[in-house]
Structure formats: structure tokens, C-alpha cells
């Protein structure tokens, strides 16, 4: 029976259709509504392919049936106008674009070989076997399709098939191996995949893990797909967007699940990205074990990590006490890594139960002890930075990764400028941190007229520069030179030996009395600059003499007898300084000798003044 109700049609191909049907002989005598669409159709062809329909037409009341509303169709009204053309006879070309349709809606419709052989359920599993799922290119197509048709595709275990379809081919296709031909962005697939949904992909992730495929190529996918996902992310620290409560969760739920799939190996992944993962996570406020999975791979390579990827923007809300950036993720990290390379020495095994031994004792101790203090100096100038959040992350940098001092002043001093109301107990407490004995030269001659610094920083260093100037000429001349006391590497110069075959010997005697002559000229201005500053102040002790057998003169411990002292060349004190010599209060636990930091950069200043 012909319906009253126009049709109404969401593409062309369904209008031609409705046309051709309506052009036939016999009138239409049933209506079906698939979503917003309307057919005007016939029951016996519909009946005769699909079960569900001739259960709802057949029967004592079936021929009062003249409409039908069809709830849940997978694929909505362009799957019911392929399957029409179906039960018509009507030619149509079945692709890996509308495969998973045709196969989802012919489960729906109960298009079964007992309602009619060859039906369409046959033939599009017959199309998946041997077109479809035989190639890489169909099974990555049917599967995009597929996964926008779930739970339905789920159902016929269609997504299942697909993904050990793509598993199988693309680990035997040189993604697997880490030495394959080309890298694994630059594999079509690899950007097919990429957009997928969270779930599938995960699936997929772990189908090919178990095929061999991890490792860099692992790794490399799973930064594809993280890229793709979070770039619309705003995490420029407070002043970032805050988005809709559905999208963060979504959000959420993509990065934890990342997060999850990335590979155990070391070295897998870069530490920009690690970073990059975390200020996302810390942003959309994901769970604490995420955040602390990140944290612990960063610190298992720190070494690799420059500047930029320690500012993490601190998640507290704005107000008094809150920082600009995570101190406590960065202190975290660097305990993780200490942590770390303390076990470098030990036999553990892995989550798959394999015997592995422990790597080498890494090299790198050097330059993380380099970039933590450039990380000070760059959070010291933040005047909410309370004085233990700084002391605490100074003093995790062990002492086998600090040659010498010079970037652990700088910090110091930057600090103290940008806090000026500090007390005198709590400026102590922050110069504590620094051993004055590794200063170079240039950082002493700056620190013994930095105004910011307690008197009895500024007395140490000078006791400590003069007692290395008296005790460095009598040192014999080394193939490996010691910065522990000494001057930076940066500033560490032996002149070569000439090639002219000449004896150079003879002025260095006279070279190296002149120059001692002008340190200790040096000194002496500095140290009445200090008495200048500040009266109270006593000159730093001078070096005790050695004595000389038979109860003769007593000579400097380099055995050079002491130049002649100009006449009114700032003498007094000399016995309370011999008693604070003889005290020597200065000189740090030898028990803490075993902890160490690095020198900073040769283009960084000493201050920021």
C-alpha cells in the first residue's frame, strides 16, 4: 500500500532507488524508517533475505503490517539502501570501505544462509577472507570502518579479525624490527593507525607487542598517536584554557592509556616527550601512578634531558606559596635517578621474568649534576621559592657530580637578589649548600664583594683562595689536573712544550715568582675592601709556616722562603688569626668528601648582577 508520507532521502543513491522501486509494476505495500529516512517498499523481497523482517510481517497479522520503524541499524539508513539493492537484485560493488556495514547490518537484518543461500551475510564474509583481510590496505580500511560501528562490529568479532590481520602484516612488514629499512612514521599504515580510536589502538598495540613489534618502533607509533591526540592541548602554564568537563576526561583517559602502552625498554622514547607527557598529565590532573610512571622514566634518563624539559608548569592554583614550576616533580626525578644509579650495580629481572644484568655504571653523573644547578638558577629568581625547597634540591646533587662551585653560586646568587628580605640564619642556610673550596677564581674574586652574602661566606672564601695560592706553586706539575680547590677546567691552561727544541725552563722560575707576587697583591686589595665593608670583620689567617730543622727559619709549606713585606701591608690581628688558623672552622666534614657537584656552562655569568 502507497504511504501518504513523502519520502525523505539523506543521499542520492537512496532517491534512485526509491525511483526504481516505485517504477516497478506493483505498488509499494509497506513503509520502513530507517533513522530519518523513509522507504517505500516491497514485504516480499525484504522477507525473503531478511529474517527480522519476515518475523514482523508474517503471521496472522502480518498483512495488516504497512509500516516499520528499524531501531539500531548499524550504518543507519546507507547500509538499509545497500541492503534493499540486496534483496532487489540490484548490482552494487562491495569494497573495504562498506564491507564491515554490509557485514554489521546483515547481522542485524538476520540475513542468514537458512533464510536464502548465498545471502548477504556469505557474502561479505566471503569478501572479507579473500579480498579484505589478504591485504594491509583492507584490513587497516575495514578496520577504521569497523570501530564506528561498534558494538555491532564487536559483536561479529569483526574488529578482532582485522586487528590480527594488521598485527600480523605490519610486523612482518619491517615494523617490528628496530633496524628496519626506513622508519616507522614513514609507513602509510603508520598514519592510518594513528587515527584511531584510544581502545582500538590499544588493541592493536598490544596484538603487535606480542608479534615482536617494540622497542624504538613502539615507541615511535605510540609518539604518533600522542601527538595527533593531545596537540589542541593549552598548557602554558595558569594562563592555559580550561576545556569542557567531557573533553578533559576524554582527554584524560587517552593519556592514561598511553601512558600504559609505552615500552619498558630503556631509551625507547625521548625525555622531551616523556616531559611533554607530563605536563599533560599534571594539566589534566590524571592519577597519581601515571604521573609517578612518567616521572620514573624521565629520571632513568636524565642524563639525555636538557633545561627545557625540567620546567614543568606547577599545577597549584594562583596565590600566595605557589610556584611557577614543579619543584617537587623535578626533586622526585632527580631522587629516582639517584636511585637508579645506585642499582646499576645489582642483577634484577624484568616484568617477563628474563634474566637481565644490570647495564654499566653511567657516565652522565657529571652532566645531570650541570643541569641541575643551570635548573636552580633558572627557578631561583621565582620569589615564592621558599629557602628548604631550594636547600633540599641543592643538596640532592651528590658531590662526585660537582668539580668545582661555580654553578652552584651562580644559583645562590641569583637566589638571594630576587629575596631580599631573607634573615642573616636563613642566607646561611642557603650559601651552606655551596663548598667555597671549588670556587674558580673568578667566582671568589666576585663573591668577596657580593654584598649579598652573609660576612661569614665572604670570610671563608677568602681564607680559602689565599691558603690555595700560598699551597698551589709548591704543587708539582700533573698530566691530569685536579679542579677539586683548584681553578675551573675552563680556566685550567698548561702551555705546551715548544717545538723549537729550545730549553724554556730557565724563566719559568721568575714567570711563576711574578705571578704569586700578583695574587697575593690581589688578596691584599680584596681583603681591604672587606675591612672597608665592614670594620668588625678580621682579615682570613694566613697558612701556618712550616718550621725549618735545627730550629732555623720557618718557611711557606711550599720550602720557598715568604716574599718581603711591604712596609704598612696590613698586619693587624695577626694573633687572633693565627688561633682562627690553627681553628681552621672553615674546612667541611671530611666524612661528606664522597658527595660531588659539575661546573656551569662557560657561557653562563657567575651572577646576575
Known amino acids: 500500500m502507497q504511504t501518504e508520507t513523502a519520502p525523505q532521502f539523506s543521499s542520492a543513491a537512496m532517491k534512485r532507488t526509491s525511483d526504481w522501486i516505485r517504477s516497478q509494476e506493483f505498488p509499494s505495500d509497506i513503509t520502513i524508517q530507517v533513522g530519518e529516512s523513509t522507504f517505500n517498499l516491497h514485504k516480499l523481497p525484504l522477507a525473503s533475505k531478511c529474517g527480522y523482517i519476515r518475523k514482523l510481517v508474517s503471521g496472522a497479522n502480518g498483512s495488516r503490517v504497512t509500516h516499520l520503524e528499524i531501531a539500531g541499524m548499524p550504518g543507519d539508513a546507507k547500509a538499509f539502501d545497500l541492503v534493499i539493492k540486496f534483496c532487489y537484485g540490484v548490482n552494487f560493488e562491495i569494497t573495504a570501505d562498506n564491507v564491515a556495514m554490509l557485514r554489521c547490518a546483515a547481522e542485524h537484518l538476520e540475513m542468514t544462509e537458512e533464510c536464502k543461500p548465498g545471502n548477504l551475510i556469505g557474502r561479505a564474509e566471503a569478501y572479507l577472507e579473500e579480498v579484505a583481510l589478504a591485504s594491509l590496505a583492507g584490513a587497516v580500511t575495514a578496520l577504521r570502518s569497523a570501530e564506528e560501528l561498534l558494538p555491532a562490529s564487536d559483536k561479529v568479532r569483526l574488529i578482532g579479525r582485522c586487528i590480527d590481520a594488521v598485527a600480523s602484516m605490519t610486523c612482518g612488514d619491517g615494523g617490528g624490527d628496530d633496524g628496519g629499512l626506513k622508519p616507522v612514521d614513514e609507513y602509510w599504515w603508520a598514519d592510518e593507525l594513528t587515527a584511531l580510536r584510544i581502545d582500538t589502538f590499544q588493541r592493536v598495540m598490544i596484538a603487535m607487542k606480542a608479534r615482536g613489534f617494540k622497542g624504538i618502533a613502539m615507541g615511535t607509533m605510540i609518539m604518533l598517536y600522542a ?341 704598612g701591608g696590613g698586619s693587624g690581628g695577626g694573633g687572633f688569626m693565627k688561633k682562627l688558623g690553627r681553628l681552621n672552622p672553615f674546612v667541611r666534614d671530611p666524612v661528606a668528601a664522597g658527595k660531588v657537584r659539575t661546573k656551569p656552562a662557560k657561557d653562563r655569568r657567575h651572577s646576575i648582577s
Open 227 to 567: 601527538q595527533k591526540s593531545l596537540r589542541r592541548l593549552d598548557m602554558n602554564g595558569r594562563d592555559r584554557k580550561k576545556m569542557e568537563p567531557r573533553q578533559e576526561h576524554e582527554k584524560r583517559v587517552v593519556l592514561e592509556t598511553i601512558v600504559s602502552l609505552l615500552p619498558r625498554e630503556k631509551n625507547t622514547m625521548s625525555v622531551s616527550f616523556l616531559s611533554m607527557l607530563l605536563r599533560a598529565a599534571i594539566y589534566l590532573d590524571t592519577s597519581l601512578a601515571c604521573r609517578l610512571d612518567l616521572e620514573g622514566r624521565m629520571a632513568g634518563q636524565l642524563g639525555q634531558a636538557v633545561l627545557d624539559d625540567l620546567l614543568i608548569p606547577s599545577s597549584s592554583p594562583d596565590g600566595a606559596g605557589a610556584t611557577a614550576f614543579d619543584v617537587d616533580a623535578v626533586q622526585r626525578i632527580m631522587a629516582g635517578y639517584l636511585e637508579h644509579e645506585g642499582e646499576t650495580t645489582r642483577l634484577d629481572y624484568n616484568t617477563d621474568d628474563d634474566f637481565v644484568s644490570a647495564a654499566s655504571p653511567p657516565n652522565d653523573v657529571g652532566p645531570v649534576g650541570r643541569l641541575m644547578e643551570s635548573y636552580l638558577a633558572e627557578i631561583s629568581s621565582d620569589v615564592n621559592l621558599p629557602v628548604d625547597k631550594f636547600t633540599c634540591l641543592a643538596e640532592l646533587i651528590p658531590e662526585r657530580a660537582r668539580f668545582n662551585e661555580d654553578g652552584m653560586y651562580r644559583a645562590i646568587d641569583i637566589y638571594l637578589k630576587a629575596h631580599p628580605s631573607l634573615s642573616e640564619g636563613e642566607r646561611k642556610k642557603v650559601c651552606s649548600v655551596m663548598d667555597c673550596q671549588k670556587l674558580s677564581r673568578e667566582a671568589c674574586a666576585h663573591a668577596a664583594q657580593n654584598d649579598r652574602l652573609p660576612m661569614q661566606t665572604v670570610v671563608q672564601v677568602l681564607y680559602h683562595e689565599q691558603r690555595r695560592l700560598r699551597v698551589q706553586p709548591s704543587q708539582p706539575p700533573s698530566g691530569a689536573p685536579s679542579y677539586a680547590g683548584g681553578e675551573s677546567p675552563a680556566l685550567s691552561y698548561r702551555p705546551t712544550p715548544s717545538f723549537n727544541g729550545r730549553d724554556r725552563s730557565a724563566p719559568s722560575s721568575e714567570v711563576s715568582r711574578l705571578q704569586r707576587e700578583n695574587d697575593e697583591l690581589r688578596m691584599e686589595l680584596l681583603q681591604m675592601k672587606m675591612r672597608l665593608r665592614d670594620p668588625s670583620a678580621a682579615p682570613p689567617p694566613q697558612p701556618p709556616l712550616a718550621s725549618a730543622p735545627g730550629g732555623g727559619r720557618s718557611f711557606p709549606p711550599s720550602g720557598k722562603p715568604p716574599l718581603p713585606k711591604k712596609p
